[in-house]
C-alpha cells in the first residue's frame, strides 16, 4: 500500500458526459501527479500539482482539467467524454525533495466510456 | 523517435532464471532512473531508482545504468512466480518532476 487513495475505483459513464476522480496525496506529500495509462500509449503525465498550484503540464487536453485543494487532495475532472478516453487513470504523489523525485502511485480508477 | 524504449514483448522465465529487462532513451537531460512493477489491475510500485551510472543492488534487484550509451538494466535474480508483473522503467531529469515511462515489460515466472 503506497498511502495514495483514489476513488472512486471504477467508472462508466457514456460519450459526452463529464466525471470526477480524486485522490489523496500519501501524507506529508505536497505534490500531485496525474497519468493516464492505455494499452497503445502507456503511461503518460497529465499534469502536477504542487501545494495547490499548477506545476507541470504534460498530455492534457483542453477537455480535461484539475485542482489540488488546501487539504491537498487533488481531482482531475474529464468532460465531453470521448470513447478514446478510456483508460486507467493514476494519481501519484511525491515530497519533492530536492534531487531525485521518487513518485508513489495509488491503486487508480478504470475508466471506461461507451 | 519516442524519449523512452522499452521492448513490450512478453517475457516468460522458468523459476530460478534471472530475468533481464532494458530500456534505451534519447533525452540526455535525464538524470535520474527508477523501475516500477505493476501488477495486474494495480498501480505502479516504486521497486528501484538510482541517479548515477552504475549499478545498484537491492536483495535480488539490481539496477543497471550506462549514461554514455543511454541504456538502462534491471536484473531480478532466482527469479519467483511472485515477480511475474509488468516492470516499467520510468526516468526524469532535476527541476522537471514528470517522469517519461516506458510501455512496460510483461514477465512471467513459470513455476
Known amino acids: 500500500d503506497s498511502g495514495v487513495t483514489q476513488t472512486p475505483k471504477h467508472l462508466i459513464t457514456a460519450t459526452g458526459q463529464r466525471v470526477t476522480l480524486r485522490c489523496s496525496p500519501r501524507s506529508g506529500d505536497l505534490s500531485v501527479y496525474w497519468y493516464q495509462q492505455s494499452l497503445d500509449q502507456g503511461l503518460q503525465f497529465l499534469i502536477q500539482?504542487?501545494?495547490?498550484?499548477?506545476?507541470a503540464k504534460g498530455n492534457i487536453l483542453e477537455r480535461f482539467s484539475a485542482q489540488q485543494f488546501p487539504d491537498l487532495h487533488s481531482e482531475l475532472n474529464l468532460s465531453s467524454l470521448e470513447l478514446g478516453d478510456s483508460a486507467l487513470y493514476f494519481c501519484?504523489?511525491?515530497?519533492?525533495?530536492?534531487?531525485?523525485?521518487?513518485?508513489?502511485f495509488g491503486p487508480g480508477t478504470r475508466l471506461t466510456v461507451t | 523517435q519516442k524519449e523512452v524504449e522499452q521492448d513490450p514483448g512478453p517475457l516468460s522465465v522458468p523459476e530460478g532464471a534471472i530475468v533481464s529487462l532494458n530500456c534505451t532513451y534519447s533525452n540526455s537531460a535525464f538524470q535520474y532512473f527508477m523501475w516500477y512493477r505493476q501488477y495486474s489491475r494495480k498501480g505502479p510500485e516504486l521497486l528501484m531508482y538510482t541517479y548515477s551510472s552504475g549499478n545498484k543492488e537491492d536483495g535480488r534487484f539490481t539496477a543497471q545504468v550506462d549514461k554514455s550509451s543511454k541504456y538502462i538494466s534491471l536484473f531480478i535474480r532466482d527469479s519467483q512466480p511472485s515477480d511475474s508483473a509488468t516492470y516499467l522503467c520510468?526516468?526524469?531529469?532535476?527541476?522537471?518532476?514528470?517522469?517519461?515511462f516506458g510501455k512496460g515489460n510483461q514477465v512471467v515466472v513459470i513455476p
Open positions: 501519484a504523489s511525491s515530497v519533492e525533495k530536492v534531487g531525485a523525485d521518487e513518485q508513489y
Open positions: 520510468a526516468m526524469g531529469s532535476y527541476g522537471n518532476n514528470r517522469l517519461a
Open positions: 500539482y504542487y501545494n495547490g498550484e499548477e506545476r
